[in-house]
């Protein structure tokens, strides 16, 4: 299964080439978070969109910025707040000289769309992404408004804080392919941001990132079309299917992960094939996916919450319990 045409042996190293050098650049910026910028590239590979989860100052802004870099695409950042309304995010019509009406288009029209602290905007504010998410357009006074071909949203939350917070509906969660979260770096790590820093290297300055530009719009297409023809036989998509299925039944779950994590984990999987300088899937990259697909698609049973037991680890056991198919 996969893509109608096979990949050839170049194709498959010129593309894990490319991959690898995007992340040797992410690398030099966002220093100690190496799972995470993988995720992130396998994400906008499968077309798919990222919630980023962590403590404020830990880089998921400066990982975005730097992943545009790299690729040299059209960003756009919006900063969610209470008061924001759908029509500051999709766009609105307006009424020109001449009597009649135009769109003005939204932050939403870009390749890299960074939706910053997305739980602070209400339900109302965050259901204006749900359609550019899912349909990769919005819809303005009854007309569509067909978003780039590029367009991927990633998402930022702080988990401690929730003053002043509203809590996404699980509908949007499901259209984040995955979520990745992360914490705060090693000694090592954090002392190499402050040497960087004293280098002249500044976040807010994407000038001083010193990051290379390994492709364009035309070369991530390719990318993209390349990791649909990675190939993935019957008994990996029937090891997706049952994992997936599990969390439906699982006691330590009350809610499970839809079809949509299905496909999800196996657009990653064929993502991480081809960066890994694969044309077909193996079990172990089903496996090293599953958590960030599933972790914000399940709900935990709320006696198992009140003993301190994560999502992370409900999935994990299902990992471990779920036969794989051997490679």
């Not at 009424?95 to 135009?102: D, H, I, R």
């Not at 990653?268 to 089903?286: M, T």
């Amino acid at each position: 299964m996969g893509g109608s045409e096979a990949l050839t042996e170049d194709e498959v190293s010129r593309h894990a080439a490319s991959a690898g050098r995007v992340l040797t650049e992410l690398a030099r910026v966002v220093l100690g978070q190496d799972a995470v910028l993988r995720e992130a590239l396998l994400a906008l590979l499968a077309r798919g969109h990222v919630l980023l989860e962590g403590p404020p100052g830990t880089a998921k802004t400066l990982l975005v910025r730097a992943l545009n870099e790299a690729l040299g695409l059209e960003f756009r950042r919006i900063q969610f707040t209470p008061d924001l309304m759908p029509s500051d995010v999709t766009g609105v019509s307006m009424l020109t000289g001449q009597g009649s009406f135009a769109f003005r288009p939204g932050p939403l029209f870009a390749d890299l769309v960074l939706a910053d602290e997305i739980n602070r905007a209400p339900a109302k504010t965050q259901a204006a992404l749900l359609e550019a998410m899912e349909e990769r357009s919005v819809t303005v006074d009854g007309e569509r408004h067909a978003l780039s071909a590029a367009f991927t949203v990633f998402a930022t939350q702080n988990p401690i804080e929730f003053e002043g917070t509203y809590p996404l509906p699980e509908a949007e969660l499901d259209r984040f392919m995955l979520k990745s979260t992360i914490d705060y770096p090693d000694t090592a790590t954090e002392e190499g941001v402050l040497h960087r820093v004293l280098t002249g290297f500044e976040s807010s300055d994407a000038s001083s990132f010193g990051i290379g530009r390994v492709l364009d719009a035309a070369g991530l297409a390719e990318l993209r079309d390349a990791v649909r023809r990675v190939r993935v036989e019957p008994a990996l998509t029937t090891y997706i299917t049952a994992l997936v299925r599990a969390t439906r039944g699982a006691p330590a779950l009350s809610l499970g992960a839809s079809p949509r994590a299905s496909v999800a984990l196996l657009k990653l999987s064929q993502a991480a094939a081809l960066v890994d300088g694969r044309d077909y899937v193996v079990p172990d990259d089903v496996k090293s996916l599953a958590t960030p697909v599933l972790r914000h698609r399940v709900i935990l049973a709320p006696e198992l919450e009140l003993e301190g037991v994560t999502a992370d680890a409900a999935v994990q056991t299902l990992i471990e319990r779920v036969e794989a198919p051997r490679a």
